[in-house]
């Protein structure tokens, strides 16, 4: 069984500038340079009219509730892979993906990016997060959904962050 979310963000920055962010290799970077762990890893790809970024990074285990960490095997590696397509009358489109290694979680989305009234820019994420973990999948597919949301809520900072800063 999977667990489905919608979450949106909203940026004071242009549909152009985001997307332009969104689709720099200087503002992935930017973000791996500020991971905590030290052991983030990036991987840039393009295609044409696409960009891709993986960037793959272990968390510590200890911090995670019990009914996780009692699942877990070996180090947990977290790889998320965002695609942008190319900006087309004010919107983009894009997927997010992401997966563990000592946990069969996947989590898949569609990311839409658009301008809105006041100028600003709104990044909607809409997916499903499983957990194939006999008798606490549930427990652990709510638990990413909350992970996913953090996810997004970082997304907007680091972008506001970066935008204003370049």
């Known amino acids: 069984m999977s667990k489905e979310f919608v979450f949106t963000s909203t940026l004071d920055h242009s ?28 991987e840039v790809g393009s295609g044409p009219g696409t960009f891709r970024a993986k ?10 509730p019990a009914v996780v960490r009692g699942v877990v095997r070996g180090p947990l590696i977290i790889e998320r892979t965002d695609e942008w397509g190319g900006l087309g009358d ?30 600003g820019t709104e990044i909607e994420v809409r997916g499903e997060a499983t957990a194939k973990v006999p008798v606490v999948g549930g427990q652990i597919e709510g638990l ?19 935008l204003t800063e370049n």
């Open 90 to 119: 004010g919107t983009a489109q894009g997927t997010l993906a992401g997966s563990t290694s000592g946990l069969p979680i996947t989590i898949a989305a569609r990311s839409e990016l658009r301008g809105n009234a006041d100028g």
């Open 15 to 42: 549909v152009e500038r985001v997307h332009g962010a969104l689709t720099s290799e200087d503002f992935w970077n930017s973000r791996l340079a500020a991971s905590q762990t030290g052991v983030a890893q990036l």
């Open 144 to 162: 990413i959904v909350q992970l996913v949301e953090n996810i997004v809520q970082n997304d907007r900072t680091d972008l506001d962050k970066w």
């Open 55 to 64: 960037v793959s990074d272990q968390i510590d285990t200890s911090a995670l």
